[in-house]
């Protein structure tokens, strides 16, 4: 067994719960659809959710590349080597997972799916108790001071 300043954690949630999340809206929008609005604001909400969309895979995007840029590592499972406290970071301490919950959001609006919608909170509410808790202990257990006073400034979502 690791502690937590070896790893955050040995398998990756985040991916496998996001993935898992898109798969059971689907099956859920298929088995029992939800009502939803009908008309021209529906036309409206597909272009708004696929804004939605673009704007959660910006997010995403550039968190990974803050996160290369600032040499450590990407991956759930691996070790920090650097705090990165800027880009997507400086406003949210989870970029990538706020960026997946926002695609999951605006797939919602795009598809007339309300199923997204409810998921997508409880794929956050689920990624946080499996690794952004872990994840925060390993940065803390790493990086100590640095780490408390970056979480004091910036919210675990935004």
């Given amino acids: ?13 985040p991916p496998l ?8 809206a689907i099956v859920l929008n298929w088995l ?3 009502p939803w609005i009908r008309g021209p604001f529906a036309e409206f909400l597909v272009g708004v959710g696929v ?5 959660g895979i910006g997010i995403i ?3 990974i590349r803050t996160l290369r840029r600032g040499r450590t590592s990407v991956s ?6 650097h705090l990165v406290t800027t880009g997507p970071f400086s406003f949210s301490r989870n970029p990538i997972y706020l960026g997946a919950i926002t695609v999951m959001s605006g797939l919602a609006l795009a598809t007339g799916a309300l199923w ?9 509410i689920i990624v946080q108790k499996l690794a952004i808790e872990r994840e925060e202990r ?20 935004f």
Wanted: glycine share 4%.
């Fill in 1 to 13: 067994m690791t502690n937590a300043q070896d790893k955050p954690n040995s398998f990756p949630w």
């Fill in 17 to 24: 719960v996001f993935v898992a999340g898109l798969a059971f």
């Fill in 32 to 34: 029992v659809p939800l």
């Fill in 51 to 55: 804004l939605v969309v673009l704007v």
């Fill in 61 to 63: 995007a550039a968190a």
């Fill in 76 to 81: 759930p499972i691996h070790a920090a080597s």
């Fill in 116 to 124: 997204f919608l409810i998921v997508a909170p409880l794929s956050g």
């Fill in 138 to 157: 390993h940065l803390e257990a790493r990086f100590g001071k640095k780490w408390r006073d970056y979480s004091k400034k910036v919210r675990r979502w």
